[in-house]
């Protein structure tokens, strides 16, 4: 499933973010997925992902909490 999905300012924002959380997630990648990006989380990672996408969202209607 599609945890989020966000709009960034460009397509060079897009490819540093998808890198930043593929570095990240690296650990908990399912390996032998095919050609499909699979991660294996806890409820909690899930969540701290979802913020951190939120965060970084730059469309007009995004509810980013920078608090």
Known sequence: ???HIIALESIDHARLAETAF???LDHAQIK???NRELFTLKPRQVQAVIAAMKQLDSSPSSDVNLA
């Open 1 to 3: 499933n599609t945890l």
């Open 22 to 24: 593929h570095d990240v």
């Open 32 to 34: 032998g997925a095919g």
